[in-house]
T-cell receptor, first 115, second 114 residues
Framework: GAVVSQHPSWVICKSGTSVKIECRSLDFQATTMFWYRQFPKQSLMLMAT?????????EQGVEKDKFLINHASLTLSTLTVTSAHPEDSSFYIC???????????FGPGTRLTVL | AQTVTQSQPEMSVQEAETVTLSCTYD???????LFWYKQPPSRQMILVIR??????QNATENRFSVNFQKAAKSFSLKISDSQLGDTAMYFCAFGGEYGNKLVFGAGTILRVKS
């Protein structure tokens, strides 16, 4: 149980284009989902927290207009990187939590490369 | 704000031996949760063990156990009988009582040598 998937696992795009990453909870309802960014050999940096049906809460320094997060259902959250640039290249990880749970279940991550 | 400190950037251990990874944290909360996550080369985050702060008994999961010292705000992970598959980056994480965001430490790269 408690499986979280991400799609795609790896995406390459041209500078200036937008990329959407999906995060799905496969066998539970995720009232809260989290989006992280991770650089090689570094820790996870929380970008934003999204609750189903409401606007995401972004961490300080994260551009909400650049990283659009939608949590339209209890099993799906999406992260859209708008007008991507090479500096947006990174590993993006989502996690999900149930309403009463305090454990986060992590997706396998998405590697984004912007050329 | 909570902080989590892992002071060992890299460690290595011989197969079948025991290794301890350190973690300290700072919080003003009385009820909280602590976690150790493993991130192997695949980069999939895997929960290794969790500890509820209100429980005095140290958590154990097979070869993995913790030494939780609440007063000292210390939460170390002991891996017994180390295996090659234990090679990974290990993150200590703090979670508040109401299950919101996790605060992660910088991580410790553990290499198990044959």
């Amino acid at each position: 149980g408690a499986v979280v998937s991400q799609h795609p696992s790896w995406v390459i795009c041209k500078s200036g284009t937008s990329v959407k990453i999906e995060c799905r909870s496969l066998d539970f309802q995720a009232t809260t989902m989290f989006w992280y960014r991770q650089f090689p050999k570094q820790s996870l940096m929380l970008m934003a927290t999204s609750n189903e049906g409401s606007k995401a809460t972004y961490e300080q320094g994260v551009e909400k207009d650049k990283f659009l997060i939608n949590h339209a259902s209890l099993t799906l959250s999406t992260l859209t990187v708008t007008s991507a640039h090479p500096e947006d290249s990174s590993f993006y990880i989502c996690s999900a939590r149930t309403a009463k749970g305090n454990e986060q279940f992590f997706g396998p991550g998405t590697r984004l490369t912007v050329l | 704000a909570q902080t989590v400190t892992q002071s060992q950037p890299e460690m290595s251990v011989q197969e079948a031996e025991t290794v301890t990874l350190s973690c300290t944290y700072d919080t003003s909360e009385s009820n909280y949760y602590l976690f150790w996550y493993k991130q192997p080369p695949s980069r999939q985050m895997i929960l290794v063990i969790r500890q509820e702060a209100y429980k005095q008994q140290n958590a154990t999961e097979n070869r993995f156990s913790v030494n939780f010292q609440k007063a000292a705000k210390s939460f170390s992970l002991k891996i017994s009988d180390s295996q090659l598959g234990d090679t990974a980056m290990y993150f200590c994480a703090f979670g508040g009582e109401y299950g919101n965001k996790l605060v992660f430490g910088a991580g410790t790269i553990l290499r198990v040598k044959s």
